[in-house]
């Protein structure tokens, strides 16, 4: 039977490689060796499609690139001549114009060198590495699999990078995370025969350890949401993945900010790479500014902050329709369900995001609310990173974050691909700390400010007389300082803890 299927195998890759007419060539680029089907300038397209000014737009669309030997961007997909099979989806997918990330990202990746991308959420960087990594499996033919990797900091993520994957349908990729147990996962990989394994770094350094997988044919790695991994402390678990790659291998590094961490890594791990980033701003390690986000800022007190919401809520939510798609963001688990509660005791269909539900109800959650069964989601800081829902027109900050960069994070779940979008942020006394760097963003992207907030003081929100001060408000209190919020990046991801939760209940 196994010989059958394996010689099945070989007849459906002999033909597919046929009906292509792969060119597959060695190309020696800087420092590393890699084989691409080749991909020539389309001869279909015309002079003038070819040829762009360069400087030019590079400036309309803020893109920055720092390094030697600079590939041209691309401002079609049809500047290339696609394998035949891979040419028919991106036709069906009807991709024809690259976000400018993907326009200089993409000619830079196909040269083999080494990359760090830096955009805002929903600037399209998951294609920026998925298409190489299809190339990639063209090329490489019957040999050894998988020969791609990529890292991203969550499961969710994992599985939104294999929807992508999935879409060009050709190659077979698995996922790897926390809360399956390791036997699945070793049947799954035995299985499948992946081309390209999607995982965790807590998962995938398990795995290396039990011997489940190996890494030696690997030579093409992707680390998404490269800042988030560090943030969430999984800094240890990759660098012992990066140390046991190949020496031989092309490495992306992308990313929404550019802090000292990152550059750390980069400088580390990478090998004579280009740096690109798109912004408007001019520093490398300013924020990337999406500018379809409509963004207000709301100033009130923390005992306010529930009937502010539920004022902003019948303002901005029913339609005619229905509801609009909205993510609301709270610092805390036990504020997400909290907040749920309030919210359908006013009759509007809401759900709770965060790790302290079991990984199928956050599955179903996360389900539900791309299908739009569930139109508004309260989820805690680590469902702001990655997750590309279509559709999302409010996101209300309940919470304003700890950090700024997470500022930028949670609203870039709305105005994505183009779209436009409204962020509305409930801010207080408390945050007082990142006022000015509020102000600042909100002047950089053109936005209103609200003369609240640059009157906003210390002494603008007193403390409550008594905890119960809320009570006859018809809210529960809202001025919830946990600390369960600390270990919410910890537990995510984590794969100890998902094992020893299911050791509990055996």
Not at 165 to 188: A, D, H, I, P, T
Not at 270 to 289: A, D, G, P, W
Not at 341 to 365: G, I, M, T, Y
Not at 483 to 499: G, T, Y
Request: include cysteine; charged fraction near 25%.
């Amino acid at each position: 039977m196994s010989v059958c299927l394996t010689k099945s195998l070989i007849r459906s890759w002999l033909s597919i490689a046929s009906a292509n007419k792969l060119s597959i060539r060695s190309t020696n680029v800087c420092l590393n060796t890699h084989r691409f089907v080749s991909l020539r300038p389309n001869s279909e397209s015309t002079a003038e499609d070819q040829i762009i000014d360069v400087q030019k737009y590079r400036e309309e669309h803020g893109i920055q690139c720092f390094g030697d030997s600079i590939p041209d961007p691309i401002h079609s997909f049809d500047c290339y001549k696609w394998p035949q099979m891979l040419d028919k989806r991106i036709q069906s997918l009807d991709l024809r114009t690259p976000t400018p990330i993907q326009s200089q990202s993409l000619p830079i990746i196909f040269s083999g060198r080494d990359l760090v991308a830096i955009a805002h959420s929903g600037s399209g960087k998951t294609l920026c590495f998925v298409l190489p990594a299809l190339m990639r499996t063209l090329s490489a033919g019957l040999d050894h699999w998988p020969k791609c990797l990529v890292l991203t900091p969550t499961r969710e993520l994992t599985h939104q990078v294999e929807r992508v994957v999935k879409q060009f349908r050709f190659v077979r990729s698995v996922c790897l995370y926390g809360g399956v147990s390791y036997e699945v996962q070793e049947m799954l990989l035995k299985r499948a025969n992946p081309h390209i394994v999607i995982a965790t770094p807590a998962r995938m350094h398990s795995i290396l350890e039990k011997g489940i997988a190996k890494l030696e044919f690997i030579d093409f790695i992707a680390v998404d949401e490269a800042d988030l991994m560090l943030q969430m402390g999984m800094g240890s678990h990759f660098n012992d993945i990066m140390t046991a790659l190949p020496q031989k291998r092309q490495t992306l590094m992308l990313s929404a900010t550019w802090p000292p961490e990152v550059q750390h890594l980069a400088d580390r791990f990478l090998k004579n790479y280009i740096h690109v980033s798109v912004s408007k701003t001019r520093s490398l390690e300013s924020l990337t500014l999406n500018k379809n986000i409509q963004q207000l800022v709301k100033v009130c007190k923390e005992s306010e902050k529930d009937e502010k919401l539920m004022e902003y809520m019948n303002e901005f939510i029913p339609t005619i329709s229905g509801f609009l798609k909205t993510i609301i963001f709270v610092r805390h688990k036990r504020t997400a369900d909290r907040l749920v509660r309030v919210l359908k005791r006013d009759s509007f269909p809401a759900r709770a995001l965060h790790s302290d539900k079991e990984q199928n109800e956050r599955d179903f959650v996360i389900r539900e609310f791309r299908k739009g069964s569930i139109p508004i989601l309260v989820a805690t800081e680590v469902a702001s990173r990655g997750l590309d829902f279509k559709d999302v027109r409010l996101v209300l900050n309940y919470d304003f974050p700890s950090k700024m960069e997470d500022y930028i994070h949670r609203i870039g779940r709305t105005g994505r691909h183009k779209d436009k979008g409204t962020a509305l942020t409930l801010f207080t006394a408390k945050n007082i700390c990142h006022k000015e760097s509020l102000i600042q963003l909100l002047t950089e992207s053109g936005q209103q400010i609200d003369q609240n907030l640059r009157d906003l003081s210390e002494e603008s929100d007193p403390p409550e007389a008594t905890p119960s001060s809320t009570e006859d408000s018809g809210y529960e209190s809202s001025g919830e300082y946990d600390s369960d919020s600390d270990n919410e990046s910890k537990d995510w991801a984590s794969d100890k803890s998902d094992d020893e939760k299911s050791k509990n209940k055996s």
